[in-house]
């Protein structure tokens, strides 16, 4: 106790030595040192970069200076980037060197492009998300089930480690039971040995969203819009322990008692316990393969049709040879 009180941060010795020279562990330093609170301004500019990266999650921090300058807040884009960095927000188009992972996290292919989720449990997905409060910030990470879109479990922290990830997992998973798939961002909580390591114990298939692909993980990113709008921007919350409340009450609310669009407003927590109504498919708009679709687009007498209407098309148009032009409609013999 007595040689921690030697240390001081404002010497000319840096601290790293002066704990070598007092025989001191620099986390007991560090330790005692309370966070920085952010300045009114950071505020102000943080709650509106955080409200307008919800409506459009592709603004990177060149939008957001011109958005912020059109609300009357003249700020350079070092500073937005300071603040998006601060809360944890990208643009989702790619930057510089983004595809690389982190060397010591295995990162895995993207597997429910295309795939039709038809039960409860088949497929949960996990995000993190930025939650403004009155002197600082916090982040809050989800579980869901993409069928029903019940939110499992969550948890809040002021700091975007792993640890509060891997005990929003751990509780879903005795909640619940386990998926057949669990998506994730590429995240460094998600793909940390401690993350994925749960994972592979229950001997859950794990899947990552693509670089860049906003709607890998869409159900997520909609529930985030639905918490802010519909609660956090409303409440204002100042503390942890408010927001912890009025979390807990919303989520028992967007669970038991908030009819869902998608679900034939049904809610949540109905739809997963019954397996009745519910749903979900990321289509695949680029793949090889086609998939059987759960709904036909028309029937089979425009089909017919359309391939009546395809063939006759086929016959009466003269095909181009190789570097002439097609004939247009109106050149065509026996088209008027």
């Not at 921090?61 to 609300?71: D, I, P, Q, T």
Request: net charge positive; hydrophobic share 40%; proline share 5%.
């Amino acid at each position: 106790m007595i040689r921690r009180a030697w240390i001081n941060g404002g010497d000319a010795v840096t601290v790293v030595r002066q704990c070598a020279l007092a025989g001191v562990s620099r986390a007991t330093v560090y330790a005692r040192r309370h966070p920085k609170p952010m300045d009114e301004m950071d505020l102000l500019h943080s709650g509106l970069i955080d409200a307008e990266y919800t409506r459009h999650p592709f603004y990177g921090s060149r939008k957001m200076v011109v958005f912020l300058g059109k609300a009357g807040h003249c700020v350079n884009r070092k500073r937005v980037q300071r603040l998006m960095r601060l809360m944890g927000l990208a643009g989702m188009a790619p930057g510089p060197n983004t595809s690389r992972a982190h060397p010591a996290h295995k990162i895995y292919p993207y597997l429910l492009r295309g795939v039709p989720v038809v039960r409860p449990n088949q497929v949960w997905s996990t995000d993190i998300t930025y939650i403004r409060l009155a002197h600082g910030f916090a982040y809050l990470v989800a579980i869901i089930d993409w069928y029903s879109r019940r939110v499992l479990s969550w948890r809040i922290s002021n700091s975007m480690e792993a640890e509060f990830c891997v005990d929003c997992l751990e509780e879903a998973l005795r909640s619940h039971g386990k998926p057949e798939i669990f998506n994730s961002d590429q995240g460094s909580q998600f793909t940390s040995d401690a993350f994925t390591g749960v994972l592979q114990r229950e001997g859950i298939v794990i899947s990552m969203d693509g670089r860049g692909r906003a709607f890998d993980n869409i159900f997520v990113e909609r529930l985030w819009r639905n918490v802010k709008y519909e609660d956090v921007y409303l409440k204002g919350y100042a503390t942890m322990g408010e927001l912890m409340i009025g979390l807990a009450e919303y989520f028992a609310f967007y669970n038991s008692e908030r009819p869902h669009q998608a679900l034939n407003q049904r809610t949540p927590a109905a739809v997963y316990q019954s397996a009745i109504g519910g749903g979900a498919l990321i289509v695949d708009k680029f793949g090889g393969t086609a998939k059987p679709m759960s709904v036909s687009l028309c029937d089979d007498a425009t089909d017919a049709t359309t391939e009546a209407r395809s063939e006759s098309t086929a016959k009466t148009t003269p095909k181009a040879k190789p570097g002439q032009r097609r004939p247009a409609a109106n050149e065509v013999e026996g088209i008027t």
